[in-house]
């Protein structure tokens, strides 16, 4: 596979001198909080990453780990359990998650393996120069919607009109949506938003979409959305709509295109955060870095079956190809 790699780091080079003295003592076995919504591939990466850097389970750290199972509401509790444990720092990755951390304490530090935009949805003041309790990887996700839909455009010339599913629980939705809709403004095309936030909706918002006809779906970062991706490419398929996808689960389900971050990359960047900040670090000092790095998949099989030729610059550039 071809990979395109590189990130940018705002407010300058990662380079945090650390004295002897900063060190934690030998011997210490560090605690590090784990919260999220769901298990995640990338926390593989990230613990494989800190073993790079000595850090052996059971021997010099250990991890607590907490998932809502889906259920953003749970979120906040299992931040504060955390919390109560005295961790000494919390991984933590998407918009929801991370405010629970940030709600729970102002003084752990809380490292961010993955945000949309921690600037547009409270998290932090300033990307260079954090100044809280709070640091790692986000996205530069003004560019990220619109560029899915420049995508989907080069594989429907003809494209118009666009459904977006829309998760309103979901904190990070607004800012996808409005990243979409400057895109589709420079792209002279409409939108149409369909509320999906649990089965029943879901359903539903199937239902208006026979009915409306757009021409192809976008379906924006959601946990509750990519745990219903088998429905949702199955439905795409069936109803001969392009769609395009933000993460590579949905295309192994049967998507037609997913434009992703490297979330590998991202997790090896957090379990450098951590290191740093065992080591004495402060995450206000420490910038947040705006990932660069972006892969692009396509299920060829998917658009043989709705009809669809994928231009060969596409397939040249893409990260992997589902024949």
């Not at 910038?287 to 994928?310: D, W, Y």
Request: with cysteine; aromatic share 8%; net charge neutral.
């Amino acid at each position: 596979m071809k990979r395109r790699e590189f990130i940018g780091l705002v407010g300058g080079a990662a380079a945090w001198p650390l004295t002897a003295s900063a060190q934690r003592a030998e011997g210490k076995l560090a605690t590090i909080g784990i919260l999220a919504i769901e298990p995640w591939p990338s926390i593989d990466t990230f613990r494989h990453a800190l073993n790079a850097l000595g850090y052996i389970e059971g021997k010099n750290v250990r991890f607590e780990y907490r998932y809502a199972n889906g259920d953003n509401e749970r979120l906040p509790e299992l931040a504060n359990e955390l919390v109560g444990l005295n961790v000494d720092v919390i991984l933590t990755w998407r918009t929801d998650a991370v405010l629970a951390a940030k709600q729970a304490t102002a003084t752990i530090p809380i490292v961010m393996g993955v945000i949309g935009d921690p600037l547009g949805s409270g998290v932090v003041t300033n990307l260079a120069r954090p100044g809280g309790n709070i640091t790692g990887c986000a996205l530069r996700v003004a560019e990220l919607e619109a560029k899915r839909l420049q995508l989907l455009k080069e594989v429907v010339p003809e494209l118009f009109r666009v459904a977006i599913l829309f998760n309103p629980t979901n904190h990070y939705m607004p800012i996808a949506l409005e990243s979409a809709r400057k895109g589709a403004q420079v792209l002279h095309l409409s939108l149409a938003v369909y509320e999906a936030y649990n089965t029943r909706t879901l359903d539903a918002a199937f239902v208006t979409l026979m009915e409306d006809r757009p021409n192809a779906f976008l379906v924006p970062a959601d946990t509750f959305l990519v745990s219903q991706r088998s429905r949702i490419a199955q439905f795409a398929i069936e109803n001969k709509l392009p769609s395009i996808y933000t993460f590579r689960e949905y295309i192994e389900a049967g998507g037609l295109i997913a434009y992703t971050p490297n979330y590998d990359d991202l997790f090896r960047r957090a379990a450098s955060y951590v290191d740093k900040i065992l080591k004495g670090a402060k995450p206000a000092d420490l910038p947040i870095e705006q990932s660069s790095t972006f892969q692009l998949f396509i299920n060829l099989k998917t658009a043989r079956a709705l009809g669809l030729t994928v231009p060969r610059k596409l397939l040249a550039v893409a990260d992997g190809v589902i024949e």
